[in-house]
């Protein structure tokens, strides 16, 4: 499993806001290009964002799904991903004296990426993640600042 986690200096609602809202996912998620659909329920268990995803020339057009939530808190994610198959993806919020722990622990389900699943894949899962959360860092920035 890949299990990373980070610091940001922001509150915790400031980042549990960012995760509520499914048309940011674009601004932060590695590899997502667009996000076509966020249902009105989002990010109530069952509720979905359709999104494009891709690098360079290669795109899958697909769908993630809310699995399990606790409020200001947890939320796990089960992100297809066409012919790859399907990852699980959980984002812990915790308070962190005035900033914000997130832990984010990712692995496959389905598919390819279940069915491959190895110790490179952990490590790609790595640096996909490191920048995920770079990227959750400053689009929180970005819109505390506003």
Known sequence: MA??????????????????DGHSYADWVVGTRQVHEVDDTWPAVGSRLRFTA???????????TVRRIEPKRSLELEAHAGWLGSARICFDVRSWGEHTLVIIDEHPLSGLGARWHNAVLEVLFRFRNR??????????????QR
């Open 3 to 20: 299990v990373l986690n980070g610091r940001i200096e922001r509150p915790p609602d400031v980042v549990w806001a960012l995760l509520e």
């Open 54 to 64: 891709g690098f360079g020339p290669f795109t899958v057009e697909d769908i993630t």
């Open 131 to 144: 920048r995920m959360l770079e990227n959750l860092d400053h689009a929180v920035k970005n819109r505390s």
